[in-house]
């Protein structure tokens, strides 16, 4: 079966920096398109990056990396705003499968 599990949420203080993580299974996190979103309440899902782009709106500030040995995807966010404020998840892009998401809370 396919599993998306998100861990590394929490709550930090603006300027402060998270590093998250997506491990997989059931499928190989190298040889998949691999994407981290965010969803902030009522507001819709976006798309934070993809493995070698990274949205706009985090650029300078986001970094995707992956690990293929330990099948995991990583977002680094650092600076981070009060507007980062979300739930952030993890999804293979071909089939959309995702994760349940980790809180990132920042004040």
């Known amino acids: 079966d396919v599993q998306l599990v998100e861990s590394g949420g929490g709550s930090v203080k603006a300027g402060g920096s998270l590093t998250l993580s997506c491990t997989a299974s059931g499928f190989s996190v190298g040889d998949s398109d691999m994407g981290w979103y965010r969803q902030a309440p009522g507001r819709e899902c976006e798309l934070a990056g993809t493995?070698?782009r990274i949205a706009d709106s985090v650029k300078g500030r986001f970094t995707i990396s992956r690990d293929n040995a330990r099948n995991t995807l990583y977002l680094q966010l650092n600076s981070l705003k009060t507007e980062d404020t979300a739930n952030y998840y993890c999804?293979?892009?071909?089939?959309?499968?995702r994760g349940q998401g980790t809180q990132v809370t920042v004040s």
């Open positions: 999804q293979e892009e071909v089939s959309s499968h």
């Open positions: 493995v070698g």
